[in-house]
């Protein structure tokens, strides 16, 4: 465990035009949520540093070194980035759980392994995507091209860096497309080494650069580029508003958000294992501290077997093993920040006061260790008006609320603003086909909760954002189509 606190970070300056180079901005301390000690200070990209960042990615695009590579050469840089990525996996998984504080097994498979396999899908997909021959009349020739955008502002989250970092690079990049990437304050090392990959994998100075720095600073003057074509978001509702208005404010650049969620979890007394759909469900909300933006926050259990689940369920929560995501037998690490912090235990103080019973955790542990760590927490009888009924904790608590019929299984789905992911448990093939088609959400699992990969996308609709990351869907956000209209 000593040998993987060892592991050395980056450098901690921006990535600009294959380089380090230092931000004149507002540095930024980073604190390890493991044990409160502090890590390492960030340097923060003021306006202007992120206006050269910009002007670094315009230039490799202009020029065509990445634009106008040929797509076999594009395939071979991303092949190589995903197999370098693999090979440095446990550096780069260490890195990432250090200032993010997600439990080591579940970083390696969820930030390397999925960084890897997203490289690697892209570079295999980008010479599979052609153009079009429109059907027009005889004497003309309508050919539709996919255009690259040009350059492209990525600002992501803390929950899981690399993953949605590449998320937002391998589609972009595929297309030719150069990147400005922006991480989230406490979660840019891995990042900051990804760029440093790439670079050393062939990426043309340039077409990727990393800037370091506050959201209120870097995020936003990125945000109000007007040299920006295309802004890629993930994180919280409030910034995706911000960047929305940004946009309005200066180049009218598309926006793409995945925002947050407050996903449902039915569970109907016909579901075909309920030991098993417990289990699965615990770490459906449980994982990383529940800092996912698909956790099944939302319990809604038939009450027929409401007491029977809730006991299940109390059973898998209390023995999930909390603690430092870097020692062995770890199930569930730590909360990311002590802001995170504050935000859970403020919902905590609402729930009893609004008819809820906190049935276990609910509360701050390990104290000792000077970490930010809270006990897996299960919430029963929380009302569809209740804060924690509607609001994302983004924290690893599950709110319990049971019905009688499928129709308010349905309506209870349903009441909230988001829409990103959900599950439902039952034998019964129509009633799931029933319940896939009515849900409102970008994803609906059937007897199991939290399975991906890259061929299916991943987004939200209503309050949940717009836009899908993965899949052949996720290059159209990364293109502009061009049609050529030839008369013969
Ligand atoms: P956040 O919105 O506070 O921050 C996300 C990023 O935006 C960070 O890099 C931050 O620095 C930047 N930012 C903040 N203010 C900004 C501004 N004014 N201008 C430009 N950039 C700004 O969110 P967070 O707390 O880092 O992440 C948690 C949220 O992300 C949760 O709500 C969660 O549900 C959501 N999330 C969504 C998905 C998804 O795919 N839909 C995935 C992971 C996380």
């Known amino acids: 465990m000593d040998t993987l606190r060892r592991i050395a970070v980056p450098p901690q300056k921006l990535f600009v035009e294959g380089a380090w180079q230092d931000g004149s901005g507002t540095p930024l301390a980073v604190t390890s949520p493991i044990d409160g000690s502090e890590l390492t200070t960030l340097q923060g990209a003021s306006e202007a540093d992120v206006a050269r960042a910009v002007a670094a990615a315009r230039r490799a695009f202009d020029d065509g070194r990445w634009s106008r590579a040929a797509p076999a050469q594009r395939k071979k840089v991303l092949h190589a980035i995903a197999d370098r990525i693999e090979a440095e996996a446990l550096e780069l998984a260490v890195l990432g759980v250090r200032d993010n504080g997600t439990e080591l097994a579940m970083a390696l498979k969820a930030e390397p392994g999925s960084a890897a396999g997203t490289f690697r899908y892209y570079a295999e997909a980008l010479d599979k995507v052609a153009g079009e021959i429109a059907p027009t009349a005889p004497d003309v020739l309508g050919l539709v091209h996919r255009m690259p955008v040009g350059v492209v502002g990525a600002i992501v989250p803390w929950n899981f860096p690399l993953m949605i970092g590449a998320w937002k690079l391998a589609p972009a990049l595929a297309m ?76 009218l650049k598309r926006v793409y958000l995945e925002l947050g969620g407050k996903s449902p979890n039915i569970v109907f007394a016909d579901a075909p294992d309920l030991a098993h759909a417990a289990k699965v469900s615990a770490m459906g909300i449980f994982r990383n501290s529940g800092q996912v933006c698909v956790a099944g926050s939302r319990l809604l259990v038939e009450r027929s077997i409401h007491d029977e689940f809730v006991a299940l369920l109390q059973r898998e929560a209390e023995a999930l093993r909390v603690g430092d995501p870097l020692a062995a037998g770890t199930q569930i690490g730590a909360v990311n920040s002590e802001a995170q912090m504050a935000r859970n235990l403020s919902f905590m103080a609402g729930a009893e006061a609004e008819g809820g019973e906190i049935v276990t955790g609910g509360g701050r542990i390990l104290e000792h260790t000077g970490g930010t760590y809270m006990a897996p927490t299960l919430v029963t009888g929380v ?89 052949l869907h996720a290059l159209e956000k990364y293109v502009d189509l061009k049609t050529a209209w030839i008369q013969l």
């Open 383 to 471: 009302r569809p008006e209740a804060a924690l009924f509607r609001e994302e904790v983004f924290g690893p608590v599950l709110a319990v609320t049971p019905f009688d019929t499928e129709a308010e299984a349905l309506a209870l789905a349903n009441a909230t603003d988001f829409g990103l992911a959900s599950a439902v448990w039952t034998s019964n093939l129509s009633r799931a086909h029933r319940m896939v088609a009515g849900i409102r959400a970008g994803l609906v699992h059937v007897n199991t909760y939290g399975g991906a990969d890259n061929t299916v996308p991943l987004g939200g609709v209503g309050q949940s954002g717009n836009g899908h990351d993965k899949s």
């Open 176 to 251: 030719g497309n150069s990147v400005v990437l922006k991480p989230a304050e406490t979660a840019s090392l891995s990042l900051l080494r990804l760029a440093q990959i790439c670079a050393e994998c062939g990426l043309p100075d340039g077409v990727l650069n990393v800037v370091t720095g506050s959201g209120a600073e870097t995020g936003n003057a990125l945000a109000h580029s007007m040299d920006v074509d295309v802004l890629a978001f993930t994180g919280s509702g409030p910034t995706g508003r911000r960047l929305l208005e940004a946009s309005a404010r200066s180049n």
